[in-house]
């Protein structure tokens, strides 16, 4: 059972538009939500994350909403540039007495030239 | 900087052979995990830990088990391999949940590709 789903396995951006990632989850008891970039042969970094109490956070061109009503939540890159070309992770952690992270499938996001 | 590091870029064992990946953090992150990132399937649980001798299953510890002995270094360990074994296998380190603290984002490895035959 995926309790993070991100439905989109590819999302194609002219450079300079908005690019805009989703995400779902099914557990209303995750803590804090984020978002990971991964390029080919490296480990995921982290991008930004979101506190569960919040519904909106931004860090220059990278903006993630939150909707717990609806367990939704997006990445906004604006302007998009062709560096931004990554796969992109979603993922939701809970207090456990460590913190357990799930990861969904991942989006690559291909910005063109 | 936080450094992530794990044994081996790259790495071919046999059917039923014993299989160990080793992972060390030098930030003393008290959280550790191994991943396993599939296509499709992004990133899955495989196992963690929060503390040296501590561990919890994760999504798909069926056939891992892991070590956790210091508290820098975390183990997975692949009991007898399998062809479905085959993949990218990833660690992380984060932080610890105490009291009062909140949250902090993991730092992965460069991923051991891991192929069994």
């Known amino acids: 059972d995926q309790q993070v789903k991100q439905n989109s396995p590819s999302l194609s951006v002219q450079e300079g538009r908005i690019s805009i990632l989703n995400c779902d989850y099914t557990?209303?008891?995750?803590?804090?939500f984020l978002w990971y970039k991964k390029y080919p042969a490296e480990g995921p970094t982290f991008l930004i994350s979101?506190?569960?109490?919040?519904d909106k956070n931004e860090d220059g061109r990278f903006t993630v909403f939150l909707n717990k009503s609806a367990k939704h939540l997006s990445l906004h890159i604006v302007p998009s540039q062709p560096g931004d070309s990554a796969v992109y992770f979603c993922a939701a952690t809970k207090n456990t007495g460590g913190f357990k992270t799930i990861f969904g499938a991942g989006t690559r996001l291909f910005v063109k030239a | 900087d936080v450094k992530v590091t794990q044994s081996s870029r790259y790495l071919v064992k046999r059917t039923g052979e014993k299989v160990f990946l080793e992972c060390v953090q030098d930030?003393?992150?008290?959280?550790m995990f191994w991943y396993r990132q599939d296509p499709g399937l992004g990133l899955r649980l495989i196992y963690f830990s929060y503390d040296v001798k501590m561990k919890e299953k994760g999504d798909i510890p069926e056939g891992y088990s892991v070590s956790r002995e210091k508290k820098e270094r975390f183990s997975l360990i692949l009991e007898s391999a399998s062809t479905n074994q085959t993949s990218m296998y990833l660690c992380?380190?984060?932080?610890?949940?105490?009291?009062?603290?909140?949250?902090?984002?993991?730092?992965f490895g460069q991923g051991t590709r891991l192929t069994v035959v």
């Open positions: 979101i506190s569960s109490i919040k």
């Open positions: 992380a380190s984060s932080l610890g949940g105490g009291a009062g603290r909140g949250y902090t984002e993991a730092f």
């Open positions: 930030m003393d992150h008290e959280n």
């Open positions: 557990n209303s008891m995750f803590d804090y």
